[in-house]
């Protein structure tokens, strides 16, 4: 495993799992299990994926068992723009989500979208990291111009940025402004999210194939060789373990610029943060009463 180390000193390893959209909480614990068990330390869950008590009943139960420390282990979760109204709904869902995983305190929160009254939320998360109950914050889906505002105006910037990039939209520009605040990049969907055709394209196959890797093993070592720290999501115990196995072949140069031609650029997305209807539905959206 490699390491990126934040801006506050902290390292956080290169490549996580993801449980979006394991809403079933068997399964959601099942497979953070397995994640842990194959070597995963970085989990990472969310307020609004329902999920948090199971990922917490997951990490305990790892625990238990001596297959790692809680200090060995990197949580994330995330506050949904429910609670990003004002200073202290965003106090409040900060102490939710650490009473639902049943921890004392996340390796990492982010603002899930830079909607509402951000700037307020992220004054709690300031004083919640002073307080020591997040040992990291950051953001989610904050695009180079919102980012940019945000670093020139907050006392504490983000140390984190999460967002979608893969060969099909490979976010240059996001990366160059994170790397200039000094914000880690991390990538949700960093496989593609299923929207593509990666495991048949011809190119990516060779590219495997030379290295005696899978597509998706190639396609995450991208993404890690140019800096970015990847969260892949799979609740097959295959797949969970060979995502993982992605450390030990290096792309030359020339596999990195292939990959890198498939870009589509914004419409290679799979959510169009710049479309209206995206935006309301992210504002209307209740986790809770």
């Not at 999920?51 to 949904?80: H, P």
């Amino acid at each position: 495993m490699e390491y990126k180390v934040l801006s506050n000193g902290i390292k956080v390893p290169m490549e996580g799992f993801g449980v979006f959209q394991v809403r079933d909480k068997e399964e959601c614990k099942r497979s953070v299990l397995e994640a842990i068990r194959a070597g995963y330390r970085l989990i990472d869950t969310a307020a609004s994926y329902t999920n948090e008590d199971a990922v917490g009943e997951a990490v305990r139960e790892a625990i238990a068992e001596g297959i790692c420390t809680r200090e060995e282990l990197f949580i994330t979760s995330k506050m949904w723009v429910q609670d990003m109204q004002n200073y202290d709904m965003a106090k409040k869902a900060i102490d939710t989500s650490l009473h639902t995983l049943g921890l004392e305190y996340l390796d990492l929160y982010l603002l899930h979208q830079a909607m509402k009254d951000y700037f307020s939320a992220w004054r709690a998360m300031e004083d919640a990291y002073r307080e020591g109950k997040l040992r990291a914050i950051g953001v989610s889906n904050f695009y180079p111009h919102i980012l940019t505002n945000f670093c020139e105006t907050v006392e504490i910037r983000p140390m984190v940025n999460q967002v979608e990039t893969h060969p099909y939209f490979t976010q240059e520009q996001a990366l160059a402004t994170m790397n200039y605040y000094g914000v880690v990049p991390e990538a949700w969907a960093p496989l593609g999210g299923g929207r593509y055709s990666p495991f048949t394209d011809e190119m990516l196959l060779g590219i495997a194939a030379a290295h005696g890797k899978s597509v998706g093993q190639v396609i995450l070592r991208w993404n890690v060789q140019r800096g970015v720290v990847v969260i892949p999501k799979s609740t097959h115990k295959e797949r969970i373990e060979e995502n993982f196995h992605i450390w030990d072949f290096t792309l030359s140069d020339e596999d990195m610029a292939k990959i890198s031609s498939l870009d589509m650029g914004y419409q290679g997305t799979a959510v169009k943060h710049f479309d209206p209807e995206f935006i309301r539905m992210c504002t209307g959206r209740k986790i809770h009463d």
